[in-house]
Structures are given as C-alpha cells and as structure tokens.
C-alpha cells in the first residue's frame, strides 16, 4: 500500500518524514538503501530524515536532491539550550521540589547529564517522577 501511494499519479509532491533514523538499528542499511532506491525511481517523493551523526552511510545521504537530512549534532547548541529550558519548566511542575533547592539543582544537572539532547528521554523521566509522587501521596 505504501509503494502504491508512492507512486499514485495523481499526487503531486510527497512528503515523508523518518524521524531519529540513527535509532533505526536493525536494517539501517536496508532502510537507507530503500530510500536511496526510491529518490531516484520517484523524485517527486521528498523525503526528511532526522538524525543524530551515528548514520553510517551520511554521504549518501546527502548526494541525494530529494533528501533534507536534520541532524541534531550540527546544531547541538541550540538543542541544548532548549532542553536546558524544557527541563526548567517542567520541574517547575514538581511540587516537592519548590521548598528544596538543592534537590532541584540535583535532577536538573543529572536530567541534563543523561539527556543527551533527547527531549523524549527528559518527558518520560519527569513523567515517571509525578507518578511517582502521586503514589508517594497516595500511601502517605
């Protein structure tokens, strides 16, 4: 159905979006090898590719003309500033860390630490510490 769609006459231009394609660990070739396939038998398929610069075949990906390739590496900085904030923001949230300074300084340098420029990661950390709390209050 995929290829089917890919190659309907009656689109235009298409958009896929792979995200976090580094995270792809089995049958990254074959992935990239697919893409590379399909830029040149459809080039009105565009595709976006998110990534961290683990990719192997990078180079390949970047010959390609219908291939906007984001890789999160060359704009580390600006990625780290925004996680910095999201994590700002959502200890904000926790409650049990408003009247405890060093608690707070605490999880945000470990949450930045363990980031590594993942958004998700931080979200489902902080998810699991309001639970977390929530039972904590739910026993007490």
């Known amino acids: 159905m995929f290829m089917d769609i890919m190659r309907d006459p009656s689109l235009d ?3 896929i ?3 976090a394609l580094d995270e792809c660990v089995q049958d990254q ?3 990239l090898q697919f893409i590379l396939r ?3 038998e459809t080039p009105r398929v565009k595709w976006i590719i998110s990534s961290r610069n683990h990719v192997q075949q990078r180079t390949r990906l970047v010959e390609s003309q219908s291939i906007l ?3 999160l590496q060359e704009n580390a900085e600006a990625v780290l500033l925004a996680i910095g904030a999201y ?3 959502r200890l904000a949230e926790l409650e049990c860390l408003e009247d405890d300074d060093t608690l707070r300084e605490y999880v945000q340098q470990t949450l930045h630490k363990k980031a590594e420029g993942t958004f998700l990661w931080v979200a489902l950390v902080v998810q ?6 929530l039972l904590g209050q739910a026993i007490s």
Request: proline share 0%; charged share 25%.
């Open 38 to 40: 399909e830029t040149q």
């Open 29 to 31: 070739d074959k992935l």
């Open 69 to 71: 390739s984001l890789e």
């Open 13 to 15: 231009i298409i958009y």
């Open 87 to 89: 994590i700002s923001n």
């Open 128 to 133: 699991e510490l309001q639970y977390l709390l």
């Open 17 to 19: 979006v792979v995200d």
